[in-house]
């Protein structure tokens, strides 16, 4: 490996408080128990975190709906087959539920075989009419079945019905998602339930899940991440890093690639730049490098692979599509509920496309992601994968291995793009794992439960409260419009990732907020997050827009201003402590060192500092030129002749001095040729392209 450079995006100690994994006395855990405190409202969504217990939450909702209120059947619609298995039969009883929840076996649709798109699988769309005609209570099926069999029966045959939607964020507002579509339909003639549940709402693009109006209608469960993990009983830290390359992946795979953790590795999209376009031999040349195949068990078909310290490790293949067989045999094993709870079934997972949503695999301790993944759900479903709670598992990690933008390569925008959505995704990570923020004007007066420090709460100063059981964290800011509507107020409160989200995963707002030095901070966390709240919700009245925008803003900022503080703190956590709070008491510090925290401040600091910083410290000289000069030639207005022009001169400029202009020269002529170089090649892709 020629370049290695680590960006290490977020590093989360948990206190290990157990809350998370421990049950009342139905057998509900906490997520589980706020969620069915809701369970009589007709339109339901849960945003809890990959392995926060969504699956079983739906469950003890669905009874009650079935049992209690009236409801005649409960449809459950997952993405994929491999999903249906986290609604098979379970013994509630046992935990002190009042019902069992049971599914015929006929009735899982996931089970039954047969690819999941059923425009070539008609017997799944008719066993569905088939449910709806029967007097059993609960079917499984996949979003394509279930799309289907809506087309074909009409949105009145599932009237009274409870329609449960895991992994929601498939679903967009967009009219060319049918799932979205379908929705929007029940929700217009307002006859059947609907629980919706994912870990991440948001999609990765500019798309919304729901219309504003249809998102009005449900009641809302939130459990953060940050209660997630700080309430498990074993796991001890979450790291999640970047780690940028040159040359080969299947070369610096070595560096992050330890056979020791167990692992899933999800190798690139054939059409990435980072693949070399035969996934299967990708998969050998992994296998090659951790030592020598000693062929494929015949029960599991998990390829032997001994190490050179003579220890044999099974790894499993999800990648080779060529022998379906084969294939199923490996699913099959990984799914096996008797090997569930067996550490030793399986040591790594080779994986493109799958093992992803929904994937339950507890010992994984490791998520080594190959090439950028252009979605942040992708990402937060990824991560999931790695942050089940499981004896002896002290630490998880991700790891996201991208192509490093290097100046000589030709495809070089591509790089530095990927290189820019990373540090997106890092700056938003830190949000979306981070404490949930409660915002109120200067001497609002403290809120209950809330610690702030010594001597409690100050008349006259500037308070900061910890809420340290949730994570909670209350700001007084000076100046702050308060949410009036109650729509206001509930997207202040559970909203603003989703804003954030958007905002940073802006290409335009990341690179003018970056290398645009002419740029005020002004301009990006007014206009920009301004427009992105008006048009997300375009219902609110000026000043609620004003407020949610002042809302998002000040998280974002005081998130990374904490970050930037906690990173010299010692964010050790001794087995006595009863948290830690090294985010926690950096934020505290930063507000309590700053007089009057107030709106002009918030809106001052530029969000995307803190990114250019990282990006600085981890590329060197000659790669930072060549990323700011690709920034710089966007801003340049050329026209395509003109570009022709100067790329022509720019080659007469070669030959005299031996190199091209340089668009950070100080000449202004040989910028200007840079210049015409860089859109003239743009030129050029955009009519290969069309």
């Avoid at 949610?548 to 402590?577: F, P």
Wanted: proline residues 4%; negative net charge.
């Amino acid at each position: 490996m020629t370049t290695s450079k680590p960006i290490p995006a977020v590093s989360f100690q948990t206190a290990r408080t157990g809350a998370s994994t421990k049950s009342n006395e139905m057998g509900m855990r906490p997520m589980q128990e706020r969620a069915y405190a809701k369970r009589g409202e007709q339109y339901l969504l849960i945003k809890s975190p990959p392995a926060s217990g969504k699956s079983r939450a739906l469950m003890f909702i669905a009874l009650d709906k079935l049992h209690n209120q009236g409801i005649e059947q409960a449809i459950i619609v997952v993405p994929e087959k491999s999903i249906g298995g986290s609604f098979m039969d379970e013994p509630l009883r046992k935990f002190g539920f009042w019902s069992n929840w049971e599914v015929k076996p006929q009735w899982n649709l996931c089970n039954a075989p047969g690819p999941d798109e059923e425009r070539v699988d008609p017997s799944k769309i008719k066993a569905v009419g088939q449910f709806l005609a029967s007097g059993d209570k609960v079917l499984v099926c996949t979003h394509a079945t279930f799309r289907f069999a809506v087309e074909q029966l009409g949105v009145e045959a599932f009237d009274n019905r409870l329609i449960a939607v895991d992994e929601f964020h498939h679903v967009s507002a967009s009219e060319d998602n049918r799932l979205g579509s379908h929705l929007a339909d029940f929700i217009r003639r307002d006859k059947a339930h609907i629980v919706a549940m994912t870990g991440s709402y948001f999609r990765g693009d500019a798309l919304p899940v729901l219309i504003p109006e249809d998102e009005a209608k449900f009641e809302m469960v939130t459990y953060t991440y940050y209660e997630q993990l700080n309430g498990y009983e074993h796991l001890k830290a979450l790291n999640i890093v970047y780690f940028f390359y040159t040359g080969r992946y299947l070369t610096a795979i070595e560096a992050v690639l330890d056979p020791a953790k167990k692992t899933i590795v999800h190798i690139p999209s054939v059409n990435s730049r980072e693949s070399t376009k035969d996934k299967i031999k990708e998969v050998n040349e992994i296998m090659d490098y951790l030592g020598e195949w000693q062929g494929a068990d015949p029960t599991t078909g998990f390829h032997r692979v001994k190490l050179p310290d003579g220890h044999v490790i099974k790894i499993a293949d999800l990648v080779d599509d060529s022998d379906g067989s084969q294939r199923s045999k490996v699913l099959n094993a990984l799914k096996d509920p008797t090997h569930k709870n067996d550490r030793d079934h399986v040591d790594i997972i080779i994986a493109l496309g799958m093992a992803k949503e929904g994937f339950d695999w507890i010992w994984c301790e490791h998520a080594l992601t190959v090439g950028y993944r252009s979605s942040l759900t992708e990402i937060i479903q990824i991560i999931g994968r790695a942050t089940r709670d499981a004896p002896g598992k002290e630490n998880a990690t991700f790891t996201n291995l991208i192509a490093e933008p290097d100046a000589s390569e030709a495809a070089v925008v591509g790089a530095i793009n990927d290189t820019l959505k990373a540090i997106a995704a890092s700056l938003l990570m830190e949000q979306v794992l981070a404490p949930r923020f409660t915002f109120t004007p200067k001497d609002t007066g403290p809120i209950e439960d809330f610690d702030y420090g010594p001597g409690g709460y100050k008349e006259g100063e500037t308070n900061v409260g910890v809420r340290e059981a949730t994570g909670q964290l209350h700001f007084e800011i000076k100046g702050l419009v308060e949410p009036k509507s109650d729509e206001a107020q509930r997207i202040c409160k559970e909203d603003l990732n989703e804003v954030i989200t958007q905002f940073v995963q802006d290409k335009n707002n990341l690179e003018q907020g970056m290398f645009n030095e002419e740029t005020v901070p002004q301009e990006i966390t007014q206009l920009k997050m301004g427009k992105i709240v008006r048009d997300r919700y375009p219902e609110l009245d000026e000043e609620d827009q004003e407020s949610v925008r002042q809302h998002a803003i000040a998280a974002l900022n005081l998130t990374q201003k904490a970050k930037e503080i906690a990173s010299g703190l010692d964010t050790g956590i001794g087995d006595n402590e009863k948290v830690n709070t090294a985010l926690i008491d950096g934020v505290r510090k930063f507000a309590m060192d700053v007089r009057d925290l107030d709106i002009d401040l918030i809106d001052s600091i530029n969000p995307f500092e803190a990114a250019y910083s990282v990006l600085a410290k981890s590329m060197d000289e000659k790669v930072l030129k060549q990323v700011q000069s690709v920034i710089s030639a966007k801003k340049v207005k050329i026209s395509p002749e003109e570009a022709r022009d100067l790329a022509e001169r720019a080659l007469r400029f070669k030959k005299e001095r031996g190199r091209l202009p340089e668009i950070t020269s100080q000449d202004a002529w040989e910028k200007r040729m840079a210049e015409g170089v860089a859109a003239f090649a743009r030129y050029r892709a955009q009519a290969s392209n069309a």
